[in-house]
């Protein structure tokens, strides 16, 4: 513009502050969002929210297994994309898939999970009347009409917002107001975040829960996920540099 090679409407209309390619500076996690982010406590995550999830039922052993793959920190979309063949049951349980940007992605199977995943494969594999298969979908949907209350075995669901109002619906019986499926991975990360020994030191450092988490980058998770909490570091600090 100041050669007068181009159009100064043009210059204007590009540094303008509704154009869409201008950089957009990074937020703290859904700060865009109509409701806050969430990061639940240990107990209200594994006390109040599965809480509500009878596990004598196919519908509540069902909702628990999302819950707890939520928390272990699986986005939605690997959630209902996960099928048999991902579930390596052996002697160090783990689940295995390729997740975003096609990074293989691992969560270790702890003993509480285990056990539910047991059970649930149970149920499922009498609900179809023959053994799973490795495409089998794992987490499957209910019934609609006459079924509601039933789960429609091997058939998975249709979108993440299925899977949202799972959640939704969930937390609100628990009495914990509104959470979203990705107030879960939050859940994760202030959880391991928040666990310290004695003196306060961290059990698990940033890389750490990146990569439990999957990110790319750290800055991803530090920003978004860990940064917003109050954990005292600089009280600490103080204490040490006094």
Known sequence: MRQGECDPALVEELTSRDNPLRSTPPLYGKL???YPARWLTHDEAYGSLLGTCDRSSDVGCRDELVLRLGLAGMRVAEIIRLTIGDLRLGPEPTIEWIGKRNRPRKVAIGPALFELVDDYMSRYSN?????LEPSDPVVCRQKTGGGVGLISWGRPF??????ARLVGLRAEEAG????????SRRTAAGILHRAVSEDGAHYFDL???QKVLGHANPATTMRSYIDPLDTGVIRRAAQVLD
């Open 32 to 34: 865009q969002g109509f």
């Open 127 to 131: 609900g179809l009347g023959r053994p």
């Open 158 to 163: 249709k979108t993440p917002a299925s899977v």
């Open 176 to 183: 914990l107001g509104h959470m979203s499926p990705h107030d």
């Open 207 to 209: 890389l750490d829960i």
